[in-house]
C-alpha cells in the first residue's frame, strides 16, 4: 500500500527492534517512526540513527515529561535525558505526541512542544490534541514543522483543503 500510494508517507506504530525496522526500510515510507518503547535500548537507537538518520525518526510519547510508551503504558524515562541522548545521536526528527491530549482535540501541549523545540535542532512534527485551525496555526507560529491530524479530520472539526491552507500560508 505504501509503495502505491504515490506521497510521501511515513511508517509507525511498534517499530521497536531490528527485524521489524529491516521490513520498514524496505517500503518506500519517507520516514520510519521508531516508538517510543524503542527507546528502552538507546545502544540500538543510537546505532540505528547512525546509519538510517535520514529517514528514521523518534516517537515521543510524554506524560508529564516522562516517556512513555502508549501502547503498553512502560514508563521509558525522563524526556529530557532521552532528548539529549538523542541530539547527541544526530536525530533528525521527532513525532511528539502529549499522551493526555491524544484523540481529545482540546489542543496540541504548545508549551511542551516550545520547549523540545529549544532544546533540539532536530525537526518536530506534534501529533494529537489538534481541535480546530487555531491550533494549526499556533503550531506553524512557534514554528513546529509538522503535524498529524487524526480525530479532528474524522470529526469534521477541520476541513483537510482548510487545514492545509492554514499550514502553508
Not at 521489524?20 to 515510507?29: E, F, R, V
Not at 516508538?35 to 523518534?58: F, G, P, Q, Y
Not at 489542543?107 to 485551525?133: C, D, M, R, T
Request: charged share 20%; hydrophobic share 40%; net charge neutral.
Amino acid at each position: 500500500m505504501i509503495n502505491s500510494a504515490g506521497v510521501d508517507t511515513q511508517l509507525s506504530g511498534g517499530i521497536a527492534n531490528q527485524e521489524i525496522l529491516n521490513l520498514s526500510l524496505t517500503t518506500s515510507a519517507k520516514w520510519i517512526n521508531l516508538s517510543t518503547s524503542a527507546l528502552l535500548n538507546m545502544d540500538w537507537v543510537e546505532s540505528v540513527l547512525e546509519t538510517h538518520s535520514k529517514r528514521v525518526c523518534i516517537s515521543l510519547d510524554v506524560a508529564d515529561e516522562v516517556l512513555t510508551a502508549r501502547g503498553s503504558g512502560v514508563i521509558v524515562g525522563d524526556l529530557w535525558k532521552s532528548l539529549n541522548k538523542l541530539e547527541a545521536a544526530g536525530c533528525k526528527r521527532y513525532v511528539v505526541t502529549e499522551n493526555k491530549s491524544d484523540g481529545t482535540m482540546i489542543g496540541p501541549n504548545f508549551n511542551l512542544l516550545a520547549k523540545i523545540q529549544q532544546k533540539s535542532s532536530a525537526s518536530i512534527v506534534s501529533s494529537g490534541g489538534v481541535g480546530n485551525l487555531s491550533d494549526l496555526a499556533k503550531l506553524r507560529q512557534i514554528g513546529i514543522d509538522g503535524v498529524v491530524v487524526g480525530k479532528a479530520l474524522y470529526a469534521g472539526q477541520i476541513n483537510l483543503i482548510e487545514a492545509l491552507d492554514t499550514c502553508y500560508k
